[in-house]
């Protein structure tokens, strides 16, 4: 048989690969669906998924263990102090030099409305207009 098509099969698996491969953006995107678990688990109230979570996400990123904030947060947790464990997660989230910060901009974007609902509010004060033909032409219907 013939070799027709050209392509290494890597049986170990360790390594990054594809066309539209960013490693980088990979371990973001971990990092943040990590922190989220944690998130999530803070606001449930639940000590131990939380303490999970951490530890969840220092073992995908080794470089986490020295975050002053995910290290408070584990102390605080290790202590049963819910409380200023989540005080803490609120304030990893204001601090915008913080890896975090991604989490509370798509958090807000989720908050705000639409722009379609903006016109959809303001339209129902003004006279109602429809359009006609191909050019779409204003008429006034509102009489």
């Known amino acids: 048989m013939g070799s027709e098509y050209g392509f290494k099969v890597d049986g170990w698996g360790t390594g990054w690969g ?6 980088a953006e ?10 989220k678990a944690l998130l999530d688990a803070l606001s449930a109230g639940n ?7 951490i530890l969840d996400l220092w073992a995908f990123d080794n470089s986490l263990k020295t975050d002053t904030y995910l290290l ?13 464990a ?6 990893m989230q204001s601090d915008t030099s913080h890896f975090s910060a991604a989490i509370g ?3 807000n974007a989720k908050s705000q409305p639409n722009e379609s609902t903006k016109i959809l509010a303001h339209s129902s004060s003004e006279p109602k207009k429809a359009t006609s033909g191909d050019f779409g032409r204003l008429v006034d219907v509102s009489a």
């Open 47 to 53: 000590i131990v998924d939380a303490q999970k979570a």
């Open 18 to 23: 594809g066309q539209q491969s960013n490693m």
């Open 72 to 84: 408070q947060i584990n102390d605080e947790l290790s202590k049963k102090q819910l409380y200023f």
């Open 26 to 35: 990979a371990r973001r995107l971990g990092r943040l669906n990590k922190l």
């Open 86 to 91: 989540q005080k803490t997660a609120r304030t």
């Open 105 to 107: 901009l798509q958090r």
